[in-house]
Structure formats: structure tokens, C-alpha cells
């Protein structure tokens, strides 16, 4: 579209009830201030995949201090609904931190590994707490978290919340790392992979920490 230079600032407001996005910033040359908001989407798990908040088409900006939460999609297709969602601009950056992310479906989502700033945030009962193409570059705040292939959050690019969101993206032959955290969820497996919880590699007898507990 055509670059527009502008500032635009949205701050301390409560967004609730949109239907596809509840902030959304799109247009090139905008510099987005989005700070101490709480966006909330509560219409229905098979209407569309929201997205919390938008920034794309080369916009860039701040998105700081935000509280989102409720973005699920659960409808036909295959679509995701995001809490943050965040498209690398061609020039600029997006700062992304210091939000409280609970109950999204992928809560953080970034579309490439260039074109951020990305600070610690704190996630809690998402499906997917962070896609960061490359590898995840914060040390965030996460209740609990499954891993592919690695025991170090900061070692991937998914962060997971569930378990069964991580079984789903996962390929035959894969390990996954649950942490100490009763994960509320009914688990099914349809292929070879390994899961292991906190303590696997201490024997039953051993000095164990705190466990990983599935209760369906």
C-alpha cells in the first residue's frame, strides 16, 4: 500500500468484542506505540482466527505492557489465531515486550528472524506460547512449557503450553521435553515420539524434583 508517514499511540484502553483483529497497524510508515492495553477476544471458538494485535505491512513500533489473552480459533480450515502477531517490516524495527500473554491459541508469533526487538515476556495456559523463527531470543516467563529436541527454551524457535499442541507439530522420532507443571489435558498420540517429563532422567528411587503431571 502507500507509505504513509504517521505516528499512531493506543494505550491504556480495553478492546474487546472485534472480530478478526482488535488492534491492527498496516499501513507502511506508520511508527505504532501500543502499550498497556487489554485485548480480549471472547466471541466464539469457530467464527475466525483472531489476532489480538497486528503489526504488518511494514509498520513498525512499540507493542509494550499489554494484556492479551482469549485468542482461539477452533473452526474449520486451516487457520491459527494469534495474541501478538508480528510481520517483519522491510526497514525499521518492532519492540515486543513486557506483555502478559494468557489463553491464545499462539500467543507470540513472529513471521521471520530479522526486523525485531524482542524483551521478555510472560506467558501463561496458551496453546503455543512463542513461534520465533530461528530461536527464541528472550528469557520469557512461561507456567509451564513443552519442548522439541531441546531442554533449553532459549534452543528453539516453539515454545510450547500444551502438551498435545507439541505431539501435533511434531514429526515421527521426535523427543519432546515436558517441564515440572500439571499440564490439564487429555493427550493422544497417533506416531512414534518420545515425551519426557521433568525427572526422566532420574530413577523412581532417586531424589526427585517437582514432577510432570498430565491430568486429563
Known amino acids: 500500500g502507500t507509505t504513509l508517514a504517521?505516528?499512531?499511540?493506543?494505550?491504556?484502553?480495553?478492546?474487546?468484542?472485534y472480530q478478526k483483529g482488535g488492534i491492527v497497524m498496516k499501513q507502511p510508515g506508520t511508527v505504532a506505540t501500543i502499550t498497556g492495553n487489554t485485548v480480549t477476544w471472547s466471541a466464539g471458538l469457530h467464527i475466525t482466527a483472531p489476532n489480538g494485535i497486528q503489526?504488518?505491512?511494514?509498520?513498525t513500533g512499540f507493542v509494550t505492557g499489554n494484556n492479551v489473552s482469549g485468542n482461539i480459533y477452533d473452526g474449520p480450515g486451516n487457520w491459527t489465531a494469534a495474541g501478538i502477531l508480528l510481520f517483519s517490516p522491510s526497514s525499521g524495527?518492532?519492540?515486543?515486550?513486557?506483555?502478559?500473554?494468557?489463553?491464545?491459541e499462539t500467543s507470540l508469533y513472529l513471521t521471520a528472524e530479522t526486523g525485531y526487538i524482542v524483551n521478555p515476556n510472560t506467558f501463561s495456559n496458551n496453546?503455543?506460547?512463542?513461534?520465533?523463527?530461528?530461536?527464541v531470543t528472550a528469557t520469557n516467563i512461561y507456567d509451564?512449557?513443552?519442548?522439541?529436541?531441546?531442554?533449553?527454551?532459549l534452543?528453539?524457535?516453539?515454545?510450547f503450553g500444551q502438551i498435545q499442541c507439541a505431539v501435533n507439530w511434531s514429526d515421527p522420532g521426535n523427543t519432546l521435553y515436558a517441564s515440572a507443571h500439571t499440564f490439564t489435558e487429555n493427550v493422544e498420540v497417533g506416531q512414534p515420539i518420545i515425551i519426557n517429563g521433568a525427572n526422566y532422567l532420574v530413577p523412581c528411587s532417586g531424589s526427585r524434583g517437582a514432577e510432570t503431571v498430565i491430568e486429563g
Open 155 to 159: 534452543a528453539t524457535e516453539s515454545v
Open 144 to 153: 509451564k512449557y513443552v519442548l522439541n529436541g531441546t531442554t533449553d527454551p
Open 127 to 135: 496453546y503455543l506460547h512463542i513461534y520465533q523463527p530461528g530461536n
Open 55 to 59: 503489526v504488518s505491512n511494514d509498520a
Open 6 to 17: 504517521q505516528n499512531v499511540t493506543i494505550n491504556n484502553s480495553i478492546i474487546d468484542d
Open 93 to 104: 524495527t518492532i519492540t515486543v515486550g513486557n506483555n502478559n500473554l494468557h489463553g491464545n
